[in-house]
């Protein structure tokens, strides 16, 4: 069973990077069969998606994001990072990692399978 | 704002179905079918319940339903049960630089 776990600090001070690291287990973040994304949920608010990476290192990003977004893999640990520069109180929210399917097939278009998200919190 | 939207609550007794609306516009939600629901329970991972408007994963009970009306999608739920009870959100693919979008989510309470 494929699971995905993120991790990193729960706080960031205003204007710094957040950083996130979202470990696979039970599949391998190398196939061709799929993009591994990163999506956030603002207190209250809905689902917004941040950005997915594939194997090869090909990135999309949500434009709103883009300038202060960095989506990086190590395939030797089958984990996955988000990187999200100058940080401000907007930006505190739940991250989720997940996974969904290949770029121009059908299955890119949902996630079919997500960590338990992890609370960052951008406070002084 | 979120890109879709969703009723902020729906509630319904066990035994009953309910419908969840997710309204959004020609761009998205009226011009694809790729519209997809999740369910949210608190500390677990969000669940995939239909993709693709109206295609069940493998596990997913079959009271859960999808379907889409011009640029509405609706996700039913029937014979209501209290672990239904959670959020739910949409999704869809979106004709923009913003390949996906998702709905502000709806709190589905069993009373």
Redesign the interface.
């Known amino acids: 069973q494929l699971q995905l776990q993120e991790s990193g600090p729960g706080l960031v001070k205003p204007s710094e990077t957040l950083s996130l690291t979202c470990t696979v287990s039970g599949g391998s973040i190398s196939s061709s069969s799929y993009y591994w994304g990163w999506i956030r949920q603002p207190p209250g608010k809905g689902l917004e998606w941040i950005g997915s990476i594939y194997y090869s290192g090909s990135t999309y990003y949500n434009p709103s994001l883009k300038s202060r977004v960095t989506i990086s893999l190590d395939t030797s640990k089958n984990q996955f990072s988000l990187k999200l520069s100058s940080v401000t109180a907007a930006d505190t929210a739940m991250y989720y990692c997940a996974r969904h399917g290949v770029a121009g097939a059908t299955s890119f278009y949902y996630f079919d399978y997500w960590g338990q998200g992890t609370l960052v919190t951008v406070s002084s | 704002q979120?890109a879709l939207t969703?009723p902020a609550s729906v509630s319904g007794s066990p035994g009953q179905s309910i419908t969840i609306s997710c309204t959004g516009t020609s761009s998205d939600v009226g011009g694809?079918n790729?519209v997809?629901w999740?369910q949210e329970h608190p500390?677990?991972?969000?669940?995939?319940m239909i993709?693709?408007v109206s295609n069940r994963?493998s596990g997913v009970s079959n009271r859960f339903s999808g379907s889409k009306f011009g640029n509405t999608a609706s996700l039913t739920i029937s014979g209501l049960q209290a672990e239904d009870e959670g959020d739910y959100?949409c999704?869809?693919?979106r004709s923009s630089?913003?390949?996906?979008?998702?709905?502000?989510?709806t709190k589905l309470t069993v009373l």
């Open positions: 979120s969703q694809y790729y997809s999740y500390g677990k991972a969000p669940k995939l993709y693709e994963p959100y999704s869809s693919k630089s913003t390949p996906l979008v998702f709905g502000g989510g």
